[in-house]
T-cell receptor
Framework: KAGVTQTPRYLIKTRGQQVTLSCSPI?????VSWYQQTPGQGLQFLFE???????NKGNFPGRFSGRQFSNSRSEMNVSTLELGDSALYLC???????????FGSGTRLTVV | QKEVEQNSGPLSVPEGAIASLNCTYS??????FFWYRQYSGKSPELIMS????GDKEDGRFTAQLNKASQYVSLLIRDSQPSDSATYLC?????????????????FGQGTILTVHP
């Protein structure tokens, strides 16, 4: 059974650019959540999607957005990148909004 | 005040000893609690979940929850060098449908555990 797949694994972007990260959940999982992990702030909740709708959002600026498709795959987008956006972005999926997550391997974003 | 706080560590224990990891939370609305293990350069991996007061055992791991004291702990018995990792405590909402904070976990900063041979 395939796990949660995140692409790309590594990304280097320049300040001011935008980036799109992709997450394919475990087959049959309908809930996808996104987290940002940094050494200073730890793991912080970005947003959660279920049935193509954003159900919950963390305390991040509007530059961070996401969406979920009918096949439950999700993307998150960060516009106007800042140096502080450098982080590991983790996607997690669960069957039905219960928070028994399985995390993907993450996308390591570096903003230079 | 952080919503979920873990004993700062790092924690170093000899092989075969009991490692004790602690976590307190401030949101009394938190009803579900989780311990994740994260190896360096890897993503978090769920090792225990606990929803009711008391102890829950799974192999060498025991999670303890005391909602009155807002305290969660993880004991690792017979610690092995392979247990060396960062352990993350997380609190979540009630698993009843309809909770507004559903789908969101609040994580502590993590405790680095080193088990030395």
């Amino acid at each position: 059974k395939a796990g949660v797949t995140q692409t790309p694994r590594y990304l280097i972007k320049t300040r001011g650019q935008q980036v799109t990260l992709s997450c394919s959940p475990i087959s049959g999982h309908r809930s996808v959540s996104w987290y940002q992990q940094t050494p200073g702030q730890g793991l912080q909740f970005l947003f959660e999607y279920f049935s193509e709708t954003q159900r919950n959002k963390g305390n991040f600026p509007g530059r961070f957005s996401g969406r979920q498709f009918s096949n439950s795959r999700s993307e998150m987008n960060v516009s106007t990148l800042e140096l502080g956006d450098s982080a590991l972005y983790l996607c997690a999926s669960s069957l039905d909004r219960a928070t028994l997550y399985t995390f993907g391997s993450g996308t390591r974003l570096t903003v230079v | 005040q952080k919503e979920v706080e873990q004993n700062s560590g790092p924690l170093s224990v000899p092989e075969g000893a009991i490692a004790s990891l602690n976590c307190t939370y401030s949101d009394r609305g938190s009803q579900s609690f989780f311990w994740y293990r994260q190896y360096s350069g890897k993503s978090p991996e769920l090792i225990m979940s606990i929803y009711s007061n008391g102890d829950k055992e799974d192999g060498r791991f025991t999670a303890q929850l005391n909602k009155a004291s807002q305290y969660v702990s993880l004991l690792i018995r017979d610690s092995q060098p392979s247990d060396s990792a960062t352990y993350l405590c997380a609190g979540g909402p009630s698993l009843r449908a309809g909770g507004t904070s559903y789908g969101k976990l609040t994580f502590g900063q993590g405790t680095i555990l080193t088990v030395h041979p």
